[in-house]
């Protein structure tokens, strides 16, 4: 198993930039795909983007691509996802994830309920 811990939300105006961070722990940080989602108040939860184990891979969202960027430090167990030009559109909380390195689709974002490991999440306010 793993366990996650994002850090770095906080509240920012449209157009700034903020780091998000997921630190993780327990089984090796490079046996899991990584993801990261966000939940907006009445909404579901969506996926942002995803980085294969070894970062070679990575996806984004089409509401986000350009802007944000994955990488992951597998020496240092931690996850990250740079926001850049952020909107208003983009307040939620953010959770990262994780999944088996086995389960990458070539074709399509992994769906919420198919990583079995989430982090706490991490508010981040975009105000206009």
């Known amino acids: 198993q793993v366990q996650l811990v994002e850090s770095g939300g906080g509240s920012v105006q449209a157009g700034g930039s903020l780091r998000l961070s997921c630190a993780a722990s327990g089984r090796t940080f490079s046996g899991y795909n990584m993801g990261w989602f966000r939940q907006a108040p009445g909404k579901e939860r969506e996926f942002v983007a995803a980085?294969?184990?070894?970062?070679?891979?990575?996806r984004y969202a089409d509401s986000v691509r350009g802007r944000f960027t994955i990488s992951r430090d597998n020496a240092k167990n931690t996850v990250h996802l740079h926001m850049n030009s952020l909107r208003p559109e983009d307040t939620a909380v953010y959770y990262c994830?994780?999944?088996?390195?086995?389960?990458?689709?070539?074709?399509?974002?992994?769906?919420?309920?198919?990583?079995?490991?989430w982090g706490q999440g991490t508010q981040v306010t975009v105000s206009s």
């Open positions: 994830a994780a999944v088996d390195w086995s389960r990458w689709s070539s074709t399509r974002p992994l769906a919420p309920n198919e990583y079995p490991y």
């Open positions: 980085i294969n184990w070894s970062g070679s891979s990575t």
